[in-house]
């Protein structure tokens, strides 16, 4: 067995991607620029997202695949990401998950998830003898989008190992914060965007929402709200912490930073986190990091195009990136 520092858990898609000039409205015909096939899926993006800068055979993923040809081309992909696939379940039963985005000329998107085999990852899977030596002998795991009774049981097992646990719930929030209570007890980082911000909590406004949050977690527990160009929030029960986006402008003529996809930025952000983190960095400066990550994947098309470590620590020396403290409970 590879000994690892991060497992993600999490959903492995093959992905369409469809750009246009425009998001279609209801009954609206628009027409299609471009169609690229990528790989995808939130779990799999934010494993190659840590193992880029953490390096080969640190970072193993936790997901599910069919036994068709998209499964063997994510395990040969992800291998040569350096991801240690050992933990991946392959089920008979349905094919490998699909997700289709549409992204217009801005780099806004909508993305439509079909999850078939990732659907099937159950408990049953989590008790096997080689799922609990991976939980044993990592240092942190990141629970993204599988199943809720997968995401629940995963976050418990790392909470009686004593291992640092990050959840990003994604569409979990729409369960509310009520239904979600015992496995946000168990999460030591939970990172939701605004929308999922509302969906937990029902309240527009990060700061009152993060607050909210605050109230039914653990004394340890910290939140993070990813809020785009507008950087994120971290929130603890000793403090509110604005930190602003990396602005990334234009190098050349050519439009080097343009942005063309933010599909994918938000995975981006979350394994930078997590690899900065077990690198040493506190958790404001790792999400300093983890914000340029994300604007710099935002320049690039395809969903799964993180940035190295190198890449990062260039933009970052050049950005005046100053964290603003808007709440103190100690005042």
């Given at each position: 067995?590879k000994?690892?520092?991060i497992?993600v858990v999490?959903?492995?898609?093959?992905?369409?991607?469809l750009?246009t000039e425009q998001?279609?409205i209801?009954?609206?015909e628009?027409?299609?620029?471009?169609?690229?096939e990528?790989?995808g899926?939130?779990?799999?993006?934010?494993?190659?997202?840590?193992?880029?800068?953490l390096g080969?055979?640190t970072?193993a993923?936790?997901?599910?695949?069919g036994t068709?040809d998209?499964?063997?081309?994510?395990?040969?992909?992800?291998?040569n990401?350096g991801?240690?696939t050992?933990?991946?379940?392959?089920?008979?039963?349905?094919?490998?998950?699909?997700?289709?985005i549409?992204v217009d000329?801005k780099g806004?998107?909508?993305?439509?998830?079909?999850?078939?085999?990732?659907?099937?990852?159950?408990?049953k899977?989590?008790?096997?003898k080689?799922v609990?030596?991976?939980i044993?002998?990592?240092?942190l795991?990141?629970?993204?989008?599988?199943?809720?009774s997968v995401a629940?049981?995963i976050?418990s097992?790392s909470?009686i190992?004593?291992?640092?646990s990050l959840?990003?719930?994604g569409?979990l929030?729409?369960k509310?914060i009520?239904?979600l209570?015992?496995?946000?007890?168990n999460?030591d980082?939970?990172?939701?965007?605004?929308?999922?911000?509302?969906?937990?909590?029902?309240?527009?406004?990060?700061?009152?929402?993060?607050k909210?949050?605050?109230?039914?977690?653990?004394?340890?527990?910290?939140?993070?709200?990813t809020?785009g160009?507008k950087g994120?929030?971290?929130a603890?029960?000793?403090?509110i912490?604005?930190i602003?986006?990396?602005?990334?402008?234009?190098k050349?003529?050519?439009n080097?930073?343009?942005i063309?996809?933010?599909?994918g930025?938000?995975?981006?952000?979350i394994g930078t986190f997590?690899?900065m983190?077990?690198l040493?960095?506190?958790?404001?400066?790792?999400?300093?990091?983890?914000n340029?990550?994300?604007?710099?994947?935002?320049t690039r098309?395809?969903?799964?195009?993180?940035?190295t470590?190198e890449?990062i620590?260039?933009?970052?020396?050049?950005?005046?990136?100053?964290?603003?403290?808007?709440?103190?409970?100690?005042l």
């Amino acid at each position: 067995m590879k000994s690892t520092k991060i497992i993600v858990v999490g959903s492995i898609n093959w992905d369409t991607i469809l750009f246009t000039e425009q998001l279609p409205i209801p009954g609206e015909e628009v027409r299609i620029k471009k169609i690229k096939e990528v790989p995808g899926g939130k779990g799999a993006n934010i494993s190659i997202a840590s193992s880029r800068i953490l390096g080969s055979n640190t970072v193993a993923i936790f997901g599910a695949l069919g036994t068709d040809d998209i499964a063997k081309k994510h395990v040969h992909i992800l291998e040569n990401e350096g991801v240690v696939t050992n933990m991946l379940y392959f089920t008979r039963n349905t094919p490998s998950g699909r997700a289709y985005i549409v992204v217009d000329a801005k780099g806004r998107n909508i993305i439509l998830t079909y999850k078939q085999a990732n659907d099937l990852l159950s408990e049953k899977v989590i008790y096997s003898k080689e799922v609990h030596k991976y939980i044993n002998n990592t240092n942190l795991t990141i629970v993204v989008d599988p199943p809720f009774s997968v995401a629940d049981r995963i976050l418990s097992l790392s909470k009686i190992t004593n291992k640092t646990s990050l959840w990003a719930p994604g569409l979990l929030s729409l369960k509310g914060i009520k239904d979600l209570k015992t496995s946000i007890m168990n999460t030591d980082y939970i990172i939701v965007n605004e929308s999922e911000c509302i969906n937990l909590t029902g309240i527009t406004d990060p700061v009152s929402a993060s607050k909210i949050i605050l109230s039914n977690i653990n004394l340890d527990g910290n939140v993070v709200v990813t809020m785009g160009e507008k950087g994120c929030l971290y929130a603890n029960k000793k403090m509110i912490v604005a930190i602003p986006a990396a602005k990334l402008e234009n190098k050349t003529n050519d439009n080097n930073y343009k942005i063309l996809n933010t599909a994918g930025a938000g995975d981006a952000f979350i394994g930078t986190f997590a690899a900065m983190k077990l690198l040493g960095n506190d958790d404001i400066e790792s999400l300093i990091s983890a914000n340029v990550s994300g604007a710099i994947k935002s320049t690039r098309e395809n969903i799964r195009e993180s940035p190295t470590l190198e890449e990062i620590l260039e933009i970052k020396q050049n950005q005046k990136l100053s964290p603003n403290i808007i709440w103190n409970n100690s005042l």
